[in-house]
């Protein structure tokens, strides 16, 4: 499909899928990269990880900019993919990460309490928020996950554990809730 429009009739057409499309465009298009990743689409890597992940998985890493989109961004690729993404979970605004869930969680973290201040945090927290907690300075204010004995899951807290912590905390700036949780054996 050539039409860049992702609406149909104002809601999100999500048979599209716009970062595919646009990496489709790229690998179609022949272009030579001059610009990160240093592999440049495959030959710059070692033949041994080559042979491993095969070739496809670098010809497929290309940057937004200058790759699936040009630097204005005039394609709108990623704000496109955003729209869509807002719309499947009902949301004003989402965000497309291109620089990895630990920073993710981090620039997550900042945007709601800054040094110093309060936070909610599940106790299960996977390290990286552990680290951000360190590296921002931001004073966690832990919540017990929720234990399912059944299918030993560690579901996050609940609307009750949730309401007692900020009781707890009131001057807590927000919380921050990464789900699903994986299975402990």
């Known amino acids: 499909m050539d039409d860049d429009s992702v609406t149909t009739d104002r809601r999100p057409d999500h048979s599209r899928t716009p970062v595919l499309e646009a990496l489709e465009r790229y690998r179609?298009?022949?272009?030579?990269?001059?610009?990160?990743?240093?592999?440049?689409?495959?030959?710059?890597?070692?033949?041994?990880v080559a042979l491993t992940l095969g070739p496809d998985v670098f010809a497929s890493d290309v940057l937004a900019l200058n790759g699936l989109d040009d630097r204005r961004m005039s394609g709108r690729v990623l704000e496109r993919a955003e729209e869509l993404m807002a719309d499947a979970v009902d949301a004003d605004r989402a965000y497309v990460s291109t620089c990895g869930s630990s920073l993710s969680v981090k620039?997550?973290?900042?945007a709601v309490a800054g040094p110093g201040e309060k936070l909610l945090v599940a106790r299960n927290a996977h390290k990286s928020v552990i680290a951000g907690v360190i590296l921002t300075g931001i004073e966690p204010v832990w919540v017990r996950p929720r234990w399912d004995a059944e299918h030993r899951l560690s579901h996050p807290p609940g609307p009750e554990e949730v309401t007692e912590?900020?009781?707890?905390?009131?001057?807590?700036?927000?919380?921050?809730?990464?789900?699903?949780?994986?299975?402990i054996s």
């Open 28 to 48: 179609r298009s022949g272009r030579h990269p001059f610009s990160p990743p240093g592999h440049k689409g495959g030959p710059g890597v070692d033949a041994r």
């Open 107 to 110: 620039a997550s973290m900042l």
């Open 165 to 183: 912590a900020f009781e707890r905390a009131p001057d807590t700036k927000g919380m921050l809730l990464v789900t699903p949780t994986s299975r």
